[in-house]
C-alpha cells in the first residue's frame, strides 16, 4: 500500500463546476500535509497547507482529518487556469522528509 | 527573494559523459532536497542536505553524488548514467515553520542521457 494515495482520475470538469480531491495517508506519523500544484512541463508550486481547523484560500478549501487519515481539497467554481495535477503531499518530522500521492489530473474545460 | 534556480535547463548526455546540475537559493533555507521525475509520476526523493550535511540518501546509485558547497548552494554530479536517468531533476529547498516544511522548487533540469 503507498503511504499518501490520491484519486487516480483525470477529472474532467466544466467552468464554474465544483470538484473535490481526496487522498489518505497511512503513516499516523506524518505530522504535516500540503496541496501542491504542479503545470505540465513545471516544478511543483505550493497550493496551500492544510489544518486539522480547515483552511480556505479564496475558491479553494483544505481539510484534514486525522482520525481517518484523510485529506480533502475543494475547488469552487473552477476557472480554465485550475487545469493542472494536484499533488497530496505528507510531511514526517522524525523522518525528515516528503512523501508524494501520485498526483490527479484535473483539466477544467469551456 | 523567493525563488530556487537551476542550472542548466536542459541537459543533454553521453553514458560515458561527467556533468553536474547546480541549484541555489536565497531565502535562507538550511535544507536542501534533490528529487527525480519521470513523466506523469510524481517527484522522488533523492537526498535531502540538512544544514550543509547530508542527512537523506533514499538509496541512490553512487553515479549520482550531491555535494552542498554551503547554505545555498546544492550540486548534484553525474557520471555514467544510464538511459533510463533520463528524468526531470528538481531541487527544492525548505525552512522548519509551525507548520512543517513547505518546499520551494525550483524549475528543474530535463535531463536526457544518450
Known amino acids: 500500500r503507498k503511504e499518501v494515495e490520491q484519486d487516480p482520475g483525470p477529472f474532467n470538469v466544466p467552468e464554474g463546476a465544483t470538484v473535490a480531491f481526496n487522498c489518505t495517508y497511512s503513516n499516523s506519523a506524518s505530522q504535516s500535509f500540503f496541496w501542491y500544484r504542479q503545470d505540465c512541463r513545471k516544478e511543483p508550486k505550493l497550493l496551500m497547507s492544510?489544518?486539522?481547523s480547515g483552511n480556505e484560500d479564496g475558491r479553494f478549501t483544505a481539510q484534514l482529518n486525522r482520525a481517518s487519515q484523510y485529506i480533502s481539497l475543494l475547488i469552487r467554481d473552477s476557472k480554465l487556469s485550475d487545469s493542472a495535477t494536484y499533488l497530496c503531499?505528507?510531511?514526517?518530522?522524525?523522518?525528515?522528509?516528503?512523501?508524494f500521492g501520485d498526483g490527479t489530473t484535473l483539466t477544467v474545460k469551456p | 527573494d523567493t525563488e530556487v534556480t537551476q542550472t542548466p535547463k536542459h541537459l543533454v548526455m553521453g553514458m560515458t559523459n561527467k556533468k553536474s546540475l547546480k541549484c541555489e537559493q536565497h531565502m535562507g533555507h538550511r535544507a536542501m532536497y534533490w528529487y527525480k521525475q519521470k513523466a506523469k509520476k510524481p517527484p522522488e526523493l533523492m537526498f535531502v542536505?540538512?544544514?550543509?550535511?547530508?542527512?537523506i540518501n533514499e538509496s541512490v546509485p553512487s553515479r549520482f553524488s550531491p555535494e552542498c558547497p554551503n547554505s545555498s548552494l546544492l550540486n548534484l554530479h553525474l557520471h555514467a548514467l544510464q538511459p533510463e536517468d533520463s528524468a526531470l531533476y528538481l531541487c527544492a529547498s525548505s525552512q522548519e515553520s509551525t507548520s512543517g516544511r513547505i518546499q520551494f522548487f525550483g524549475p528543474g533540469t530535463r535531463l536526457t542521457v544518450l
Open positions: 542536505y540538512s544544514y550543509e550535511k547530508l542527512s
Open positions: 492544510v489544518y486539522s
Open positions: 503531499v505528507s510531511y514526517n518530522t522524525n523522518a525528515g522528509k516528503s512523501t
